[in-house]
């Protein structure tokens, strides 16, 4: 079977092409590692998508994108791409199957970002987290360290407080980089606080974590908090380690033209991995869209 587009990334900016590709009466594919809904589906509530008010939990706009998707006809299987075949017939290799098509978009989205410290990987599952949504109410009166000071850690560190005693923000700088918005909303908790010009030096504990050592970058001073669970939101990591001969930037995201041409013709790619300024679910789904519509130009070009 030869496949129109294969989606590679079942996100936002999958769905959304897979969406748009279907809709377009083009045999489509999506191959998903985990599950649909990307990092979307740790989002406990999305508040600036449009349409919705009063927001929406990150896991129910997944659900829907996903039946939207499907009720058009697009096909889901569960696997992970470990390479690309290019030229004019392409192929998406996974463990198991070789699957040809007429074109590809990428939308593997990004992984969170480590901070390779002592301790961190040691106690993955076990006091070390990257997903507040997955798990704060593990950490229900007790005491939690939210490393970054972007607009995820802060948010985040806001639906931690609803669960735990006592939360701690560590940021390398002076000042919190999140939106405003997001930093007055950390004011109104009073159990969050905020360590400036910190980073974690490393984490202890036997079972579980237990202590962290946090330094001062510009005194060089340490200082141990006894802490049960770190959240780490320190950035992210493009999936394209599976990739050859496509552009990259120094970074490792795909760069792309505004039509979401990569620099090998029929393969497209949106969404996170691209290379751009703004992350969001509303910038995902408009790249999907794009690519979606320059994968079928691309077919009626053959």
Known sequence: MIYDVIIIGGGPAGLSAAIYASRARLKTLIIEKIGCGGQMTTTDLLENYPGFNAGINGFELAVKLEKQARDFGAEIIYGEASAIERGLSKKVITAKYAYETKTIIIAAGTRAKKMNIPGESEFIGRGV???AV????F????????????????EEAVYISKFAKNVAIVH???ELRAAKI????????????????SVPKEIFGRDSVEKVTVTNIKTN????LIIDGVFVFTGLIP????LSGITLDKAGYIITDENMNTSSAGIFACGDIREK?????????SDGAQAAVSAQHCIENL
């Open 239 to 242: 999936n394209t380690l599976f």
């Open 129 to 131: 987290s990257f997903c």
């Open 172 to 174: 390398r700088r002076n």
């Open 134 to 137: 997955c798990d704060a109410p």
């Open 139 to 154: 950490y229900r009166d007790k005491n939690v360290l939210v490393v970054g000071g972007g607009d995820s850690a802060v």
């Open 182 to 197: 997001l930093q007055e909303r950390m004011k109104l908790h009073p159990n969050i606080s905020v360590i400036y010009d």
């Open 221 to 224: 001073e340490n200082r141990d």
């Open 277 to 285: 300024h703004l992350r969001q679910v509303v910038t995902a789904v």
